[in-house]
């Protein structure tokens, strides 16, 4: 029961934090040019 309900917050937070590395990760390319 409790890894229904965690599953999809920690599929929520996995996906927040690969989008904040990745625009991180085009911040850098952009200010390296």
């Not at 229904?4 to 690969?18: E, I, K, R």
């Not at 990745?22 to 390319?29: D, K, M």
Request: positive net charge.
């Amino acid at each position: 029961m409790v890894s229904l309900a965690v599953f999809p917050l920690m599929a929520s937070v996995g996906l927040l934090w690969f989008l904040l590395g990745f625009a991180s990760r085009l911040r850098i390319v952009q200010e390296i040019r």
